[in-house]
T-cell receptor
Framework: AQKITQTQPGMFVQEKEAVTLDCTYDTSDPSYGLFWYKQPSSGEMIFLIYQGSYDQQNATEGRYSLNFQKARKSANLVISASQLGDSAMYFCAMNTGFQKLVFGTGTRLLVSP | ETGVTQTPRHLVMGMTNKKSLKCEQHLGHNAMYWYKQSAKKPLELMFVYNFKEQTENNSVPSRFSPECPNSSHLFLHLHTLQPEDSALYLC???????????FGPGTRLTVL
């Protein structure tokens, strides 16, 4: 069965520092996609970054990068130069079939001044 | 309005009530989704619609009844709910085949 594991319920980081949010996944499908979403207190899930299982390079989007280690089945999110507005829940997700997203339990990130 | 909107944002209902959640997307997408987010549990996919046709029902109890009258609107009709159905219900949309799903702000449902 497909599964996403996020072992960090909460993380703290100081403004302007970098932070890594962990995500491991389990699937037997050779083709899959990995996603990170941000959920502020307002509730909507905001797409951050995507990595395909066949992508050779790690995905980057501005201050977000995905550290993809296929052999270890990990897809950690790195946020560089944290900002106060980065405080939110962060969810790792995987799609293993057409349109089916499986989510982890999330990590709450708090950025302090 | 832009993106994906959901109404109401908050709903409190008794177990014998009938209510509906509404989702509208202004992105020109043809796929729409309902997700349930319970406290301390991962987001769960409930239903998927492609071009107004239901293509996925993730073993959802019949007290949840979705309706997709067109590609821009999605409803979730609720009746005889249980307290454990209290959750944040999120709607999303996408272009079929695209990786990214765009989410609405959700409806926070409380069943008394």
């Amino acid at each position: 069965a497909q599964k996403i594991t996020q072992t960090q319920p909460g993380m703290f980081v100081q403004e302007k520092e970098a932070v890594t949010l962990d995500c491991t996944y389990d699937t037997s499908d050779p083709s899959y996609g990995l996603f990170w979403y941000k959920q502020p207190s307002s509730g909507e899930m905001i797409f951050l970054i995507y990595q395909g299982s066949y992508d050779q390079q790690n995905a980057t989007e501005g201050r977000y990068s995905l550290n993809f280690q296929k052999a270890r089945k990990s897809a950690n999110l790195v946020i560089s130069a944290s900002q106060l507005g980065d405080s939110a829940m962060y969810f790792c997700a995987m799609n293993t079939g057409f349109q089916k997203l499986v989510f982890g339990t999330g990590t709450r990130l708090l950025v302090s001044p | 309005e832009t993106g994906v909107t959901q109404t109401p944002r908050h709903l409190v209902m008794g177990m014998t009530n009938k209510k509906s959640l509404k989702c509208e997307q202004h992105l020109g997408h043809n796929a729409m989704y309902w997700y349930k987010q319970s406290a301390k549990k991962p987001l769960e996919l409930m239903f998927v619609y492609n071009f107004k046709e239901q293509t996925e029902n993730n073993s959802v109890p019949s007290r949840f009844s979705p309706e997709c009258p067109n590609s821009s609107h999605l409803f979730l009709h609720l009746h005889t709910l249980q307290p454990e159905d209290s959750a944040l219900y999120l709607c999303a949309s996408s272009t079929p085949g695209d990786n990214e799903q765009f989410f609405g702000p959700g409806t926070r449902l409380t069943v008394l």
